[in-house]
C-alpha cells in the first residue's frame, strides 16, 4: 500500500484551507498533520519559513505554497483537472486565484482580528491546543499571545487599521453581495465543478470569514448561497461529477468580480513593481525583496487603501501571465477579445521582470 500524502495544516489558516478543500475534491489520500510547537523548526528546515500549510509526498518530498502544492498534484492526480482547458476560463480561474489569495487578505485579517470574540472564543483556545496540546490552558495561552503578536504586527502593513476598518468592510460586503448572487445560478465559478479560481476563493471565505464566529454569523451565514458553496468546497461530493461551462463561457454574474481585479488588484500590482523597482539596488543575492516594501495607496472599490507592497503579490500574477503567453495565438487572441470586451485590453501588457519563490519572499529570476 502507498502511504498517504501529508497536509501539514490548521483548520483556522487561510491558505491550508485552499489546499484542504483541494485534496478532499481530488480524493487525494491524505492525512491532516496538526502542527505543534515542535513541528514548526522541521518546517522551518525544510521549505525555508514557518509556514502553512505544507504537503510531504509520500516519496517524502516537502512542498510550500499552495498554488505549487496545487500544480504539481494536478500532474499526478489528472483525474478531474481543476484548470479549465479552454483560453478564457483558463486565464478567468488564473485571475481569480491570484486576486482571491493575494487582493483579500486586507478583508481575511479585518474580519479576524477587528472582531474580538474570534480571538476569546475561537484563536486563542484552538491555536493553544494546536501548539501545546498537553500543556495547561495558562501556558498555551501564553505561546498563543506570541503568535498574536506576530499576527497582529503583519496588521498595518495588510490596511488593516482603524481609519480603514470602513473602507474595507464597504468593498467585502459588495463582493460577498455578487458572489452570492453568483452562487445563486451556479454551483462554481465556472459552472458545476470547482476550477482554481474557487480553491484561491474558499481561503479566505472559509477559515476567516467562513469559521471564525462574527464574520460566519455576520457575513455568510446571511447570505445562503454563498454559504452553500463554502459548505461544498469543504465537503465536495464524492466521486467527482460536473462539468465547465460550455462554450468557454465567463458567466456575466463574475463581471463585476472582475472589475475588482483590474481596477483594484490591478493598480496593486502595477504599485507593488515601482516599490520594487525603487528598492532592487539593495537586494542581497539570493534573498530576494522583504515580504513588504513602503506603503502604497491601493484603489477598493471607490476608497483607496493605505497598505504594504508585498512582492509576493507579483508572483502570483506573474502565474496568470505565463498562462496567457502560453496560449496558442488564437486562443491568445480569443482571450485578448474577452479582456478588451470587459475593459481590461490592457491587462496582459503589464511588464513585470520574471521572479522565482523562495518561501514566503520572491527574488529576481
Ligand atoms: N503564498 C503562500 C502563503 C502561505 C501563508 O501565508 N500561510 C500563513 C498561514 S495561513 C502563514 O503561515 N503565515 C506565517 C507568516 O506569514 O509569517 C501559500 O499560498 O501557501
Not at 484551507?17 to 491532516?32: C, D, H, N, Q, S
Not at 498563543?144 to 488593516?160: E, H, N, Q
Not at 467527482?240 to 460550455?246: E, K, W
Request: with cysteine.
Amino acid at each position: 500500500m502507498t502511504r498517504p500524502y501529508l497536509h501539514y495544516a490548521w483548520e483556522i489558516s487561510l491558505y491550508s484551507g485552499k489546499t484542504r478543500a483541494y485534496l478532499r475534491y481530488k480524493g487525494i489520500p491524505f492525512v491532516e498533520k496538526n502542527i505543534h510547537l515542535w513541528t514548526m523548526p522541521t518546517i522551518q528546515k525544510k521549505v525555508g519559513a514557518q509556514v502553512m500549510p505544507v504537503v510531504v509526498t509520500p516519496e517524502g518530498e516537502w512542498l510550500q505554497d499552495t498554488s505549487h502544492i496545487i500544480d504539481v498534484l494536478e500532474q499526478r492526480f489528472p483525474n478531474a483537472p481543476v484548470v479549465p482547458t479552454t483560453p478564457r476560463q483558463k486565464l478567468a480561474s488564473s485571475l481569480i486565484e491570484a486576486w482571491a489569495d493575494e487582493y483579500w487578505l486586507p478583508t481575511a485579517m479585518h474580519f479576524r482580528w477587528s472582531y474580538p470574540e474570534n480571538f476569546r472564543d475561537r484563536f486563542q483556545p484552538e491555536v493553544g491546543d494546536n501548539l501545546l496540546p498537553f500543556m495547561p490552558r495558562f501556558i498555551k495561552n501564553r505561546a498563543v499571545t506570541k503568535v498574536a503578536t506576530l499576527l497582529r504586527s503583519y496588521l498595518p502593513g495588510v490596511g488593516v487599521v482603524p481609519g480603514q476598518h470602513e473602507i474595507i468592510e464597504r468593498w467585502t460586503h459588495e463582493q460577498l453581495d455578487l458572489l452570492d448572487t453568483h452562487f445563486g445560478q451556479y454551483g462554481y465559478l465556472l459552472g458545476s465543478k470547482p476550477c482554481l479560481g474557487d480553491f484561491g476563493l474558499i481561503g479566505p471565505l472559509y477559515a476567516h470569514l467562513g469559521r471564525d464566529p462574527w464574520p460566519a454569523r455576520e457575513l455568510i451565514a446571511k447570505r445562503p448561497n454563498l454559504h452553500a458553496w463554502v459548505k461544498r468546497m469543504m465537503n465536495p461530493p464524492q466521486p467527482q461529477a460536473g462539468n465547465f461551462l460550455a462554450d468557454d463561457a465567463i458567466p456575466d454574474t463574475l463581471l463585476p468580480l472582475f472589475k475588482s481585479v483590474f481596477a483594484d488588484f490591478w493598480p496593486q500590482l502595477e504599485l507593488t513593481l515601482g516599490e520594487m523597482e525603487r528598492t532592487r539596488s539593495s537586494l542581497k543575492p539570493g534573498r530576494g525583496w522583504s515580504r513588504m516594501l513602503g506603503m502604497i495607496d491601493v484603489p477598493m472599490g471607490r476608497d483607496k487603501l493605505r497598505i504594504g507592497a508585498r512582492p509576493f503579490s507579483l508572483w502570483m500574477a506573474q502565474r496568470s501571465f505565463d498562462t496567457f503567453h502560453a496560449l496558442p495565438a488564437a486562443e491568445q487572441a480569443s482571450v485578448q477579445s474577452w479582456l478588451e470586451s470587459i475593459g481590461a485590453g490592457d491587462a496582459m501588457k503589464l511588464a513585470i521582470p520574471r521572479l522565482r519563490q523562495i518561501a514566503l519572499r520572491v527574488a529576481p529570476e
